[in-house]
């Protein structure tokens, strides 16, 4: 079982930046990622971060703007967003992932409890 605590969401204009921080219980993962859900629409993926060797996988809708990165001294996954626009507003959760086969898939087995980003025009 892994336990994940998010931060770092709120609010911010279009063009700004915004850090996210995720706790982790353990690193004992596969990989650990973040999603987001805005209003009315299905949870995506956004960004994904094998522990093993720091590999970054991104949704296209996000290169080049963010970048997930990890701490191992603090168990703690980051993403760090830049050239925020209001599209992507919505609640942003840390997941982690057991297996190869979950991290592939983005199916991942854990998950925080969220923390909103808005973003306004």
């Known amino acids: 079982q892994v336990q994940l605590v998010e931060s770092g969401g709120g609010s911010v204009q279009a063009g700004g930046s915004l850090r996210l921080s995720c706790v982790a219980s353990?690193?004992?993962?596969?990989?650990m990622g973040w999603f987001r859900q805005a209003p009315g629409k299905e949870r995506e993926r956004v960004a994904s971060i094998y522990i093993r060797d720091d590999t970054e996988v991104y949704a296209d809708s996000v290169k080049g703007r963010f970048t997930v990165s990890l701490d191992h001294t603090k168990n703690t996954l980051y993403l760090q967003m830049n050239s925020l626009n209001p599209e992507d507003t919505a609640v942003y959760y840390c997941a982690a992932g057991d297996s190869l086969l979950s991290c592939l898939q983005w199916r991942h087995n854990y998950w925080g409890q969220g923390t909103q980003v808005t973003v306004s025009s």
């Open positions: 353990t690193f004992s993962s596969y990989c």
